[in-house]
């Protein structure tokens, strides 16, 4: 009875292994990349410190930039109050720590939530 039990916890090993190689290809694939870089990019260029709170679609200090995208969906009003609170902070909207005000300049901003909510708000969903 020894070997099938072997063999089995060697397949779910397998099968472990799979998965936690086929979950980053997936989240990558999820965006879309041009959308992606384009936005990176103009973090970068601009010198901005986005990055070390915000990741693209995980949830580091403050909320992953496509469960942004997805929060406000639709939301008419979204590109200009989400310019407004890259440019001066916010607080409670994702919980209780609070984004700085400051970070960018007000056009900056306006520029930045435009492609922030461009992202693929399904991202997750597509995973
Ligand atoms: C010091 C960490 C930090 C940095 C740097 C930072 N953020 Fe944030 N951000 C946060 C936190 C925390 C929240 C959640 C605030 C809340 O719950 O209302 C947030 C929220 C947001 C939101 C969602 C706002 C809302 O009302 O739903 C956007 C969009 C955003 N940040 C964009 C940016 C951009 C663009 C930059 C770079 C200019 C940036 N953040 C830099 C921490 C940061």
């Given at each position: 009875m020894k070997q099938p039990i072997v063999a089995r916890i060697a397949a779910t090993a397998a099968g472990v292994l799979a998965l936690v190689a086929f979950v980053p290809a997936a989240s990558a694939g999820g965006v879309n990349q041009s959308d992606v870089a384009k936005l990176t990019a103009y973090v970068q260029d601009n010198g901005l410190s986005c990055m070390g709170c915000h990741g693209i679609d995980t949830k580091l200090v403050g909320p992953a930039w496509t469960d942004v995208a997805k929060k406000y969906?639709?939301?008419?009003k979204a590109p200009s109050e989400l310019a407004k609170r890259i440019a001066d902070g916010g607080s409670g909207v994702w919980g209780q720590v609070p984004m700085p005000s400051g970070l960018a300049t007000p056009a900056q901003a306006k520029e930045l939530a435009g492609m922030i909510l461009a992202l693929d708000p399904c991202a997750k969903e597509k995973r």
């Amino acid at each position: 009875m020894k070997q099938p039990i072997v063999a089995r916890i060697a397949a779910t090993a397998a099968g472990v292994l799979a998965l936690v190689a086929f979950v980053p290809a997936a989240s990558a694939g999820g965006v879309n990349q041009s959308d992606v870089a384009k936005l990176t990019a103009y973090v970068q260029d601009n010198g901005l410190s986005c990055m070390g709170c915000h990741g693209i679609d995980t949830k580091l200090v403050g909320p992953a930039w496509t469960d942004v995208a997805k929060k406000y969906q639709g939301d008419p009003k979204a590109p200009s109050e989400l310019a407004k609170r890259i440019a001066d902070g916010g607080s409670g909207v994702w919980g209780q720590v609070p984004m700085p005000s400051g970070l960018a300049t007000p056009a900056q901003a306006k520029e930045l939530a435009g492609m922030i909510l461009a992202l693929d708000p399904c991202a997750k969903e597509k995973r």
